[in-house]
């Protein structure tokens, strides 16, 4: 059996950066998806292939479907079956839920709950000539538990639980499985902005008193992308620390 494939999407930095080490460091062929930061891809890229892992770098707006499926085949036409879609990019924004314009919810909408959408779709169509895969999309604690001046956000993150929990159910008899990821607070770029007393109220609520790390987040999109889930399906994993959901 030849070496097997995952897509990352966002794999230029934060939680997806340190997955596509992780799949690179597993032997898995990694296919490095970006939308705005190809110096970082690049340099990932560079890595991986240092380490003797084949990679392709495609640059892709997972809000455009049209995008979307340009990548999954180019991933196609490079590696032939792929084996796990790890649905990871994403943006945030804290604004009070009265200030929010109309563009900064079609955005948020368009890129954390459309854009994993698309990605599914494309996986799930190729998956399905296999009759084998796994998905696993990367919501928020959020998703669950809902976050104050992160309304919109939360809403789409909490339909990224509503998708996988459904569509495992439909893809489970074609034995592809679609899991979830729901972290809590991860030391990535998108919290960099976070002032020191924010962090030490993050860790005053996280019963580990402490932020996660990425490469936490990563270990545990492995195991779900691995074989050694391979009866778990349609469920949302919070890697947060101890925070109840």
């Known amino acids: 059996m030849g070496k097997k494939t995952v897509i990352i999407t966002g794999a230029s930095k934060g939680i997806g950066y340190e997955t596509a080490l992780l799949f690179g460091e597993k032997s898995w062929n990694v ?10 891809a690049a340099k990932l890229a560079k890595i991986l292939s240092e380490m003797g892992v084949e990679t392709l770098v495609l640059k892709a707006d997972i809000s455009k479907h049209e995008e979307v499926k340009f990548m999954f085949k180019e991933a196609e036409k490079k590696f032939g079956q792929i084996h796990s879609v790890v649905c990871n990019a994403g943006i945030s924004q804290q604004s009070l839920f009265t ?10 909408i368009d890129v954390n709950l459309k854009g994993v959408i698309y990605c599914c779709q494309e996986a799930a169509r190729q998956m399905l000539c296999y009759h084998e895969g796994s998905i696993v999309n990367i919501s928020s604690i959020y998703g ?49 902005h976070l002032t020191q007393e924010a962090i030490d109220i993050l860790n005053d609520e996280t019963p580990l008193c402490r932020m996660g790390k990425a490469r936490e987040i990563a270990e545990s999109i492995y195991f779900l992308a691995s074989d050694q889930s391979s009866f778990i399906t349609g469920q949302v994993l919070g890697v947060n620390g101890g925070i109840e959901i």
Do not use: F, Q, W
């Open 31 to 40: 296919v490095i998806n970006y939308n705005n930061s190809e110096g970082n």
């Open 99 to 108: 200030d929010l314009t109309d563009e900064d919810i079609d955005t948020m």
């Open 144 to 192: 669950t538990n809902g976050g104050s001046c992160e309304v919109h956000y939360s809403a789409a993150k909490a339909g990224v639980i509503g998708l996988t929990k459904g569509l495992a159910k439909e893809l489970g008899p074609s034995s592809i499985r679609v899991n979830c990821i729901a972290p809590g607070a991860i030391e990535t770029p998108m919290n960099a």
